[in-house]
């Protein structure tokens, strides 16, 4: 039952502190981590897994094609697809021999909404 319950802290609101190669050597409760390679000590073989500190033991969750993390560390939404990806990072419009300032602001916006849903990385 307790595994359970872990597996659900994982998985309907999964925030990642970031990615991790080895175990913190003190993780905080429910610390979540993205396994990046090369993976060592208990991380080994667990590359792209899900690594969440419960009741003091390492659980992973095997991600699936579609699935979707929010990277506290990066300030963005993670995706998985065979790996794990980050958007891209758009600047704003800058430049060109003709400018449309309201076009540039309407991009800027729309820009400024998705960093700040996560959909973009903030910088």
């Known amino acids: 039952m307790n595994e359970a319950f872990a597996l659900t802290d994982i998985l309907l609101q999964p925030v990642v502190e970031g990615e991790a190669t080895a175990p913190p050597t003190e993780p905080a409760a429910g610390a979540t981590y993205i396994v990046a390679s090369p993976a060592t ?5 667990r590359e792209a897994c899900l690594a969440s500190w419960q009741q003091g033991q390492w659980i992973f969750v095997n991600p699936i094609n579609g699935m979707c993390v929010f990277d506290a560390n990066a ?3 993670r995706r998985f697809g065979d790996d794990w990806s980050l958007p891209a990072l758009i600047a704003n419009p ?6 449309d ?17 996560g959909d973009l990385p903030s910088s």
């Open 101 to 117: 300032t309201e076009a540039r602001a309407t991009i800027a916006a729309i820009l400024a909404c998705l960093r700040q849903s």
């Open 41 to 45: 000590g208990l991380f080994e073989g």
């Open 75 to 77: 300030s963005a939404k």
């Open 94 to 99: 800058e430049g060109g021999t003709t400018i």
